[in-house]
């Protein structure tokens, strides 16, 4: 249980639920942090400082690749606090809600000073 509360308390501020989602469109090759800062109009600091959150919370690893640090979601991290959430689920019968299509929310885009659109 403390895991699921430290991820999702990681998961529970916009930046790094934005951070988030982007590792998982990128997939397990992930994305440099610089790479990241430009796709979400971020300062280096504050990728880096949402970045280390994530990886101590347990949500996202990071790799070195020669000059680089590349990060990624931890989908086995990911999939396991699914998993949690969604034990109990229908009392364990067939749980029509999560056989539905996933709901698609876009957020807004930043302007470059990082403000929501």
């Keep these: 249980m403390n895991r699921a509360?430290?991820?999702?308390?990681?998961?529970?501020?916009?930046?790094?639920?934005?951070?988030?989602?982007?590792?998982?469109?990128?997939g397990p090759e992930g994305l440099a942090a610089g790479r990241i800062g430009e796709k979400l109009v971020?300062?280096?600091?504050?990728?880096?400082?949402?970045?280390?959150q994530l990886a101590r919370a347990g949500v996202a690893k990071s790799r070195s690749e020669g000059r680089f640090v590349i990060y990624s979601a931890d989908f086995k991290a990911?999939?396991?606090?699914?998993?949690?959430?969604?034990e109990n689920c229908c009392d364990g019968a067939y749980c029509e809600p999560?056989?539905?299509?996933p709901r698609i929310v876009k957020m807004p885009e930043r302007t470059a000073r990082g403000r929501r659109r």
């Design 42 to 52: 971020l300062p280096p600091a504050t990728i880096s400082i949402h970045l280390s």
């Design 5 to 26: 509360i430290g991820a999702l308390g990681a998961l529970a501020q916009g930046t790094r639920l934005a951070i988030f989602r982007l590792l998982v469109e990128a």
């Design 98 to 101: 999560l056989l539905t299509e």
């Design 78 to 86: 990911m999939s396991e606090l699914v998993a949690y959430l969604t």
